[in-house]
């Protein structure tokens, strides 16, 4: 992982952060969002296949459609996550990007498949056996300097019962290729690598600040086993999720900003955001979550509208 800070930096970011929704934590890089912006997202197609597997269109159009079908398959991923507008940028070359006059908001993201090996045993049935390295890229789009890098890998396997050899026939195409076990393989490395993306790099990177709002309080459904009944008052729902990094068991930090005025006319009110309470995420959605209050000031409890803000990678 590559990601560069200052305590100068880190400082400004602490006093910014009830306003941030993805923030890199180590570089003026994207500034932050106002609540409802939108943070524009680059994503630099095609994916670059270096594995040297070929999967055929058909017999009569002999050509590779794997980086393709991967490629379509991540834009509609990006698609998916409100909080960003995703575009298609058709050039890999960080020095076009550098000259490209993009802004400090926009963020570029690379995946290459480093490596796909797939193989079969025959054993009372077929076993299929696979391992795919993706790695994933985050550059600054203003002057293409990389922010962090990931690599994931999926290994597994799948039993059949039956024996079936429809991927030793070669060329392999795609209609036989994505109903093997090997394509959802590859799409869950693909989840893999864009939810490391949105969430800074994981665990390893510095990640961004995710910073969301409490939008409603959850409701318990008489009788159920999942939520105590004491605990009916402690649920809210977060406009955070597991593309924002969010995580079930992950805490949360609650934040209230105090508003004053101000006797220069430029400024007029000034805002000082400050820690009320903690949350914990119990369920997690891919945009939004719920979690429940562990801590919260007797002064100053809970409310609609607070903001929610996590680390991605901390759990504390």
């Known amino acids: 992982m590559k990601c560069k800070s200052s305590a100068a930096w880190m400082s400004v970011i602490l006093l910014f952060i009830t306003l941030a929704l993805f923030c890199a934590a180590a570089r003026a890089g994207a500034s932050p969002l106002e609540p409802g912006q939108r943070r524009l997202f680059k994503f630099v197609a095609p994916i670059e296949n270096n594995s040297g597997v070929a999967v055929w269109r058909n017999k009569y159009y002999p050509n590779d459609v794997l980086s393709e079908m991967m490629t379509d398959y991540v834009f509609r991923k990006l698609k998916s996550v409100e909080k960003l507008d995703s575009v298609r940028l058709l050039s890999d070359s960080p020095e076009t990007w550098a000259s490209g006059g993009y802004s ?32 994933t890229y985050v550059y600054n789009a203003a002057d293409a300097e990389l922010m962090f890098d990931s690599i994931i890998a999926e290994r597994g396997d799948h039993r059949s019962l039956t024996y079936n050899d429809m991927m030793e026939r070669k060329p392999v195409y795609w209609d036989v290729f994505e109903k093997s076990p090997y394509w959802p393989a590859i799409r869950r490395a693909l989840d893999r690598a864009v939810a490391d993306a949105m969430s800074g790099g994981g665990s390893g990177g510095g990640g961004y600040e995710a910073t969301g709002r409490i939008i409603a309080k959850a409701e318990r459904v008489d009788g159920s086993y999942t939520v105590p009944k004491k605990q009916q008052d402690k649920l809210y729902h977060i406009d955070l999720g597991y593309y924002d990094g969010v995580r ?69």
Do not use: C
Request: aromatic share 4%; net charge neutral.
């Open 104 to 135: 400090e908001d926009e963020l570029i993201l690379k995946i290459n498949m480093e490596q796909f090996e797939y193989k079969k045993k025959d054993n009372l049935g077929s076993k299929w056996i696979w391992n795919v390295v993706l790695h």
């Open 248 to 316: 079930v068991g992950d805490v949360l930090e609650v934040r209230r900003a105090s508003s004053v005025r101000t006797v220069d006319p430029e400024k007029a009110e000034i805002h000082f955001p400050q820690v009320i309470g903690r949350v914990k995420a119990v369920h997690v959605k891919k945009n939004d979550a719920v979690v429940a209050i562990i801590k919260e000031s007797k002064d100053a409890p809970i409310e609609l509208g607070d903001v929610v803000s996590k680390r991605t990678g901390s759990t504390d």
